[in-house]
């Protein structure tokens, strides 16, 4: 084969001829997957197609989400602290890039936006079984959700699912107290379909941990995992309230909601209070009771 400048020629040993072997379009899917953008807009909005990629691309990263965290519930359950932890790493990294993500949906504008966003109808994120998928399996569970999805089975079967299953903290403490750590009965038998909420009694364990990170090495790493996680997803959160401001001010969502003040509140929402509790009075000078009266 001649060269010609500012080519690079093709060597002799890649293939050319696929026709009988897997190739690339076909192990992911491409045809499908690069035809499944359909926009609404009527003309078609140029940057309609922005819209609809950014969400398609977040719902496949939620998927993975849910098979990486699935995977550490089992991990926990087998006392696999290093492997759950593998996979809670690539989870913060998913986060960080859905974070960032937001800056490219920054780049439509409200009158942009304002030009095809009446032909969404009520579709809305807030529809996303997935997002809510992630949320139930790490804490934020809410049995009133369900009904958002009558009219999606699929989905609606696999919050139910989450919903009357452990969340992936609840593994990592039931792990805790098979390695002797005194978690309270009361953590361990909770009603697993209640949102996680605060649980004083279980701060002085998590103390314990935190005051002797040598002896108990690989319960603090993961203690501190669980909180990158958090951080991680809080800053998603953060950052799509943001993008809904700067895009839509603080006009209703398409889905019914109140927009902006709806994901403000989703803030004051926590997966694991207690290993932000945890953190109060670390490093400083221990309490000396004062001396017996006389």
């Given at each position: 084969?001649?060269?010609?400048?500012?080519?690079?020629?093709?060597?002799?040993?890649?293939?050319?001829?696929?026709?009988?072997?897997?190739?690339?379009?076909?192990?992911?899917?491409?045809?499908?997957?690069?035809?499944?953008?359909?926009?609404?807009?009527?003309?078609?909005?140029?940057?309609?197609?922005?819209?609809?990629i950014?969400h398609?691309?977040?719902?496949?990263?939620?998927?993975?989400?849910?098979?990486?965290?699935?995977a550490?519930?089992?991990?926990?359950?087998?006392?696999?602290?290093?492997?759950?932890?593998?996979?809670?790493?690539?989870?913060?990294?998913?986060?960080?890039?859905?974070?960032?993500?937001?800056?490219?949906?920054?780049?439509?504008?409200?009158?942009?936006?304002?030009?095809?966003?009446?032909s969404?109808?009520?579709?809305?994120?807030?529809?996303?079984?997935?997002?809510?998928?992630?949320?139930?399996?790490?804490?934020?569970?809410?049995?009133?959700?369900?009904?958002?999805?009558?009219?999606?089975?699929?989905?609606?079967?696999?919050?139910?699912?989450?919903?009357?299953s452990?969340?992936?903290?609840?593994?990592?403490?039931?792990?805790?107290?098979?390695?002797?750590?005194?978690?309270?009965?009361?953590?361990l038998?909770?009603?697993?379909?209640?949102?996680?909420?605060?649980?004083?009694?279980?701060?002085?364990?998590?103390?314990?941990?935190?005051?002797?990170?040598?002896?108990?090495?690989?319960?603090?790493?993961?203690?501190?995992?669980?909180?990158?996680?958090?951080?991680?997803?809080?800053?998603?959160?953060?950052?799509?309230?943001?993008?809904?401001?700067?895009?839509?001010?603080?006009?209703?969502?398409?889905?019914?909601?109140?927009?902006?003040?709806?994901?403000?509140?989703?803030?004051?929402?926590?997966?694991?209070?207690?290993?932000?509790?945890?953190?109060?009075?670390?490093?400083?000078?221990?309490?000396?009771?004062?001396?017996?009266?006389?």
């Open positions: 084969m001649s060269e010609h400048a500012g080519e690079r020629p093709l060597e002799a040993g890649i293939r050319t001829d696929l026709r009988q072997t897997m190739s690339y379009g076909a192990y992911l899917d491409l045809d499908r997957l690069l035809s499944s953008q359909h926009p609404v807009s009527r003309p078609e909005h140029h940057d309609e197609l922005l819209f609809i950014q398609q691309t977040t719902e496949l990263w939620f998927k993975l989400v849910l098979h990486e965290l699935r550490v519930r089992d991990h926990l359950d087998a006392d696999d602290p290093a492997r759950a932890r593998k996979g809670l790493a690539r989870v913060k990294h998913i986060f960080r890039t859905l974070a960032e993500q937001w800056s490219v949906l920054a780049t439509l504008t409200p009158s942009e936006y304002a030009e095809f966003r009446g969404l109808g009520s579709s809305s994120g807030f529809q996303s079984h997935q997002y809510r998928a992630v949320e139930f399996i790490l804490g934020n569970k809410n049995a009133a959700m369900l009904k958002v999805f009558d009219s999606a089975p699929e989905g609606q079967a696999v919050l139910a699912e989450l919903l009357d452990p969340t992936v903290y609840d593994a990592f403490l039931a792990h805790l107290a098979r390695r002797g750590h005194a978690v309270p009965d009361e953590v038998h909770r009603d697993v379909r209640q949102a996680w909420t605060m649980h004083a009694d279980l701060v002085p364990v998590l103390r314990a941990i935190y005051d002797d990170t040598e002896a108990h090495w690989p319960d603090y790493a993961t203690c501190e995992d669980l909180v990158d996680i958090e951080d991680a997803f809080q800053f998603w959160r953060f950052r799509h309230l943001r993008t809904v401001q700067r895009t839509i001010g603080f006009t209703t969502g398409t889905g019914g909601s109140s927009g902006a003040a709806f994901l403000r509140r989703a803030l004051d929402l926590t997966f694991s209070p207690e290993l932000y509790e945890v953190r109060t009075g670390i490093g400083a000078p221990a309490q000396v009771p004062p001396p017996a009266a006389v």
